[in-house]
Structures are given as C-alpha cells and as structure tokens.
C-alpha cells in the first residue's frame, strides 16, 4: 500500500457555526506525478475504472482533512493535524471524484491557505503503458 495525497481548493463560505462546508473535487483521474525518494518522478495512472469503483468510492467516507500532509492519519495521532473530514461517499463528476466535506477548524483558512490535504491508501500495479490520451505512466 502506498498513500496518496491530494489538495482540495476550498471555495466555501463558513456556515453560521463558523464551519466551511463544500463539495469540492478530492481526486481525478488521469495521470499524476509523485516525486520519489531517490528524487526521480513516478507517473501513476488512475484510470476511471478504479477511481470510480464502489469500493474506491465508499473509502473516502469519514477520512479526515488535514493542513498538510502527515502520512496516515488515525485515532491515536489525529490530535492537532484533523482539520475535518469527508462527510459522503465520494461520487463522480466528470472526470472528478467529489463528495461533501466539512472543515470544523477553519484557522489554516483564516490564516490565508486554500488547501487542505485528503490522504488515503492505494495500492500499485508497477505496469508501464500511454493512456488513451496519449500520456505516458509508469504504474497504476
């Protein structure tokens, strides 16, 4: 398993709680550049079949927000980094997997950020190939 994060841009107003609410874009698919360890790029392809299955789907329900990436985020380390959280099932758009989402500690936006990070787990397939549109990737 490796983890993934994606920035979300913030376009909301705060609610009369002084929460942000939106439904904003988690993900894509196309291909996507991570820079590696040893400072080379990786080019992974999320093709529609896999970020729009069900289970793909139903796994950003619940998944916290964070300001910034901190690797995997869970119960015993959340304290200070959750900033919020995924409210639905992600949910198709396009070419963008969207859902609801909900920021309880709007202090990063205050300060002047417009992303926050949605960290989660996929798994690799190391296969090679050019997608229909013609760009190259090295996994999937």
Do not use: C
């Not at 959750?82 to 963008?96: E, P």
């Not at 920021?103 to 397939?125: Q, R």
């Amino acid at each position: 398993m490796a983890m993934r994060y994606d920035r979300l841009k913030l376009k909301a107003v705060k609610d009369d709680n002084g929460f942000i609410r939106d439904t904003p874009v988690l993900t894509r698919t196309g291909v996507f550049v991570y820079w590696q360890p040893d400072g080379t790029q990786r080019r992974e392809y999320r093709p529609p079949e896999e970020v729009f299955k069900a289970d793909s789907l139903n796994a950003f329900l619940g998944i916290p927000i964070t300001d910034e990436h901190h690797g995997k985020v869970q119960g015993n380390n959340a304290d200070g980094l959750v900033v919020g959280s995924v409210l639905s099932s992600g949910r198709q758009d396009g070419d963008n997997l969207i859902a609801d989402i909900v920021i309880h500690n709007t202090s990063p936006i205050d300060a002047g950020k417009k992303e926050l990070s949605v960290g989660y787990e996929v798994e690799l397939e190391m296969t090679n190939g050019i997608t229909e549109d013609g760009e190259p990737y090295d996994a999937i």
